[in-house]
């Protein structure tokens, strides 16, 4: 299986922080650091999560080098950019890029902690205990 990880998944994973889908992102992680999911993370993801990680530089370059050897990073083309510019039905921007992102890498599936903002995605949405029951 192909996944997309959303940054709220990394996230939850870095700083095991207090969240619904805490434990459920670490066994997607794990999955990803297995043979059972080909795991990408969105080129723009590695900036919000350097961003969001409030340690220092040091200790972000070991988690984002961590990550990269977990997931691989993906981009979209510019055309997808444009055509994520010119949709209207998403209300962020960003999650619309992560779609994107998905379709670039034929992903089988996004594995978001924020599912209901992505109502219009072009590829499938699971949370991650959906994600993880599927194994």
């Known amino acids: ?33 297995g043979s059972d999911v080909d795991g990408y993370i ?30 691989t990073v993906v981009g979209a083309s510019h055309d997808q950019v444009l055509d994520a510019i010119e949709r209207d039905d998403f209300n962020d921007f960003e999650d619309c890029l992560q779609d994107e992102c998905a379709v670039a890498v034929h992903a089988d599936c996004i594995v978001t902690c924020n599912a209901k903002d992505f109502g219009n995605a072009k590829t499938k949405i699971y949370n991650p205990d959906e994600f993880v029951a599927l194994f």
């Open 42 to 71: 969105a080129f723009h993801s590695v900036s919000i999560i350097w961003y969001s990680l409030k340690i220092p530089n040091e200790q972000k370059r070991v988690w984002l080098k961590n990550i990269c050897s977990i997931l």
């Open 1 to 33: 299986m192909v996944a997309l990880i959303d940054a709220n998944v990394v996230l939850n994973y870095i700083t095991d922080r207090e969240d619904p889908f805490r434990t459920a992102s670490n066994k997607t992680m794990d999955l990803c650091s």
